[in-house]
C-alpha cells in the first residue's frame, strides 16, 4: 500500500494582499489543499495579507493549532511586500534545503524566473514538529509542488514521528 497522509493535520496558508481583502479568488491555495487532500490530510485553509507579521501568526497558529504540514503559497518573489521567507525563517528548527531548491528548479526550464522565488523549507522544533514548505504564488508552481510534495510528505512525515528510512 502506497504511503499517505490520511488524518494528518495539515494548513495551507495563501499569503495575498488582494486575496485577503476580497479583491482577487485564491487560485493557487486550492491546488495544494485539494492535493494533500487527495493524499487524505484533513486540511485547512487560510488568506492572509503579504507581511511578516500576517504570515508569521498564521505558520505560529497552524503549527500552534497541531498541524504537521503547513505549505504557503505567495509572497516568495522580490516586492517590497513579499516577505513569506522572512516570517518563515525563524520558525524552522531543521532546514530543508533540497526541497526549497526543487520547489524552484522544477519550473525554472520552462520559467526562467521561477529561480527568483525564495521560498524556504524546513522542520519546526519538536515535540510536535511540523513541515513547512513556502511556495511560489502563481497556479503553475503549486501544480508543480503539488505533484513534488505529494511523493515526498508521506515519507517525512513518518520519518518525523520516527518511522525508517
Do not use: C, F, K
Not at 494582499?17 to 484533513?42: F, K, N, T, V, Y
Request: charged letters at 20%; glycine letters at 12%; proline letters at 7%.
Amino acid at each position: 500500500m502506497a504511503p499517505d497522509l490520511t488524518g494528518v493535520p495539515a494548513h495551507v496558508i495563501t499569503v495575498s494582499d488582494r486575496g485577503a481583502a476580497g479583491e482577487r479568488e485564491d487560485a493557487s491555495g486550492p491546488i495544494l489543499a485539494d492535493a494533500l487532500r487527495a493524499l487524505g490530510a484533513d486540511v485547512a485553509t487560510r488568506i492572509v495579507p503579504d507581511g511578516i507579521d500576517s504570515v508569521r501568526a498564521a505558520l505560529n497558529a497552524a503549527v500552534g493549532g497541531g498541524a504537521r504540514i503547513v505549505l504557503t503559497t505567495g509572497g516568495t518573489g522580490l516586492g517590497p511586500r513579499d516577505l513569506t521567507p522572512e516570517a518563515t525563517a525563524p520558525l524552522l528548527a531543521r532546514p530543508l534545503p533540497g526541497v526549497a531548491e526543487r520547489l524552484r528548479a522544477v519550473d525554472a526550464e520552462a520559467v526562467p524566473t521561477a529561480v527568483l522565488s525564495r521560498g524556504l523549507a524546513g522542520v519546526t522544533a519538536a515535540p510536535r514538529s511540523a513541515i513547512v514548505a513556502n511556495v511560489a504564488g502563481s497556479t503553475g508552481a503549486a501544480r508543480s509542488a503539488a505533484a513534488l510534495l505529494a511523493a515526498i510528505l508521506p515519507h517525512a512525515v513518518s520519518q518525523l514521528d520516527g518511522g525508517d528510512h
